[in-house]
Nanobody, 114 residues
Framework: QVQLVESGGGLVQPGGSLRLSCRAS????????MGWYRQAPGKQRELVAR???????NYADAVKGRFTISRDNAKNTIYLQMNSLKPEDTAVYYC????????WGQGTQVTVSS
């Protein structure tokens, strides 16, 4: 069983930055495939970024060049650095861990508005 706790969401103006964090419980973090997903009102949950145990990353086209996913295995934590935020980035952001099964955090709200 893996428990995930996100933090770092909030309200930011367009063009601003936020950094999300997700801390995982347990001792198997280093072999987990981790990712960030988001769900806007009335829309399906979508992939934002993923990172493999070896540190390989991939991003949704909508966030390439603006968002960066990273992991710190010593802290059982992944991060999502979000720069040049746009109103369309407004959503609940969820942390995901995958190894055989999928595990999800409770979500953190990101609102981009002036």
């Amino acid at each position: 069983q893996v428990q995930l706790v996100e933090s770092g969401g909030g309200l930011v103006q367009p063009g601003g930055s936020l950094r999300l964090s997700c801390r995982a419980s347990g001792s198997i973090f280093s072999i987990l495939h981790m990712g960030w997903y988001r769900q806007a009102p009335g829309k399906q949950r979508e992939l934002v970024a993923r990172i493999t145990p070896g540190g390989n990353t991939n991003y949704a086209d909508a966030v390439k060049g603006r968002f960066t996913i990273s992991r710190d295995n010593a802290k059982n934590t992944i991060y999502l650095q979000m720069n040049s935020l746009k109103p369309e980035d407004t959503a609940v952001y969820y942390c995901n861990a995958a190894i055989i099964d999928d595990y999800w955090g409770q979500g953190t709200q990101v609102t981009v508005s002036s």
